[in-house]
């Protein structure tokens, strides 16, 4: 693990209610990014205690943000980068997470042009894909 529950908001621009993930586990270069989150009953994006898709793709784009933020931060950058979602494409649900549930979520850089990355995320829960997609991420 690169980055605890206790130290993930030093990488990322989120705040709470709106936190997706808990710890960041990978980012490079070559293996891209890979982040956990335990999802809590109190999460601002359950009803029904069904997680919404939305806060699926929520999750992915800080998957970005935290891989792209400590990166980032091994170069001497101490804030967290604000990044935007460009775009979603290639959009595939195939399950739902609950309260309680593991996501482990994993992200790669396809190709990166000036501040505009596309990547191709993926978030899973007991090892069962439950959304993939693809995002153009805006770096500010």
Do not use: W
């Amino acid at each position: 693990m690169l980055v605890s529950k206790k130290n993930i908001l030093n990488i990322i621009p989120q705040r709470a209610p709106f936190v997706m993930i808990d710890k960041l586990l990978v980012a490079n270069e070559v293996e891209g990014f890979k982040t956990s989150f335990q999802v809590q009953q109190d999460n601002v994006f359950i009803e029904n205690n069904i997680v919404s898709e939305g806060a699926l793709i929520e999750n992915v784009a800080q998957t970005c943000a935290a891989g792209f933020g400590y990166v980032s931060q091994q170069k001497g950058n101490n804030e967290p980068q604000l990044g935007f979602i460009g775009a979603v494409s290639k959009l595939k649900v195939f399950g739902v997470a609950k309260s309680n549930d593991e996501l482990i979520t994993k992200v790669s850089v396809l190709s990166t042009f000036d501040r505009v990355s596309l990547i191709q995320g993926e978030v899973e829960c007991d090892g069962e894909i439950l959304l993939e997609c693809q995002m153009k991420i805006v770096i500010t």
